[in-house]
């Protein structure tokens, strides 16, 4: 079974303030792969990055970063100086390997003000 | 780029009509899914496919049905809509990197 938890569903910021978004997971396997997307307010979800449970290296993309503890199960995402148009609904979720249906959280819903 | 479309943005449909929804994906994927996303439920999988004319239910397949008849083309049915299935639908593909290629979504309204 795999189960995604983002607890925060809403969550708002001033422009330029940082925010982390919180996912827990669970899996009894060991080979797994970890998401985020993106959902714009046009609806169409956008890939932002995969780990696979072999590599729990942080990863910076810009003002995005990730933090990934297996020893916690959890992938977290921090968006620095925030941005209107970081203002979206993100998801996370994970797959076991060698199955295809992802488990998603409910998503974090951000607001950014101006 | 992969490239995941569905064939309308938005539909107003009544209850007890039968209704289509299209999704065609052009990178050869085995697999494609069909997900509806409502406020504080997230996306929930309706059903997938991982070969032609094969299915399998996803975790809320009741009203539903789904078409598989070419690799490229998933369809999904809802045989007699009602208003509980007023919702945003979304179809998706997956590669072989388990990353999942979204369409733009179907917003559907029953009325």
């Known amino acids: 079974a795999q189960k995604v938890t983002q607890a925060q569903t809403e969550i708002s910021v001033v422009e330029k303030e940082d925010v982390t978004l919180d996912c827990v997971y669970e899996t009894r396997d060991t080979t797994y792969y970890l998401f985020w997307y993106k959902q714009p307010p046009s609806g169409e979800l956008v890939f932002l990055i995969r780990?696979?449970?072999?590599?729990?290296q942080n990863e910076i993309s810009g003002r995005y970063s990730w933090n990934f503890q297996k020893s916690t199960s959890s992938f977290n995402f921090t968006i620095t100086a925030s941005q209107v148009v970081d203002s979206a609904v993100y998801f996370c979720?994970?797959?076991?390997?060698?199955?295809?249906?992802?488990?998603f959280g409910k998503g974090n819903q951000v607001v950014v003000i101006p | 780029d992969v490239k995941v479309t569905q064939s309308s943005r938005y539909l107003v449909k009544r209850t007890g009509e039968k209704v289509f929804l299209e999704c065609v994906q052009d990178?050869?994927?085995?697999?494609m899914f069909w997900y509806r996303q409502d406020p504080g439920l997230g996306l929930r999988l309706i059903y997938f496919s991982y070969d032609v004319k094969m299915k399998e239910k996803g975790d809320i397949p009741e009203g539903y049905s789904v078409s598989r008849e070419k690799k490229e083309r998933f369809s999904l049915i809802l045989e007699s809509a009602s208003t509980n299935q007023t919702s945003m639908y979304l179809c998706a593909s997956i590669g072989g990197n388990y990353e999942q290629y979204f369409g733009p979504g179907t917003r559907l309204t029953v009325t």
């Open positions: 979720a994970l797959v076991n390997y060698g199955n295809n249906r992802l488990a």
């Open positions: 780990r696979n449970s072999f590599d729990e």
């Open positions: 990178m050869d994927h085995e697999n």
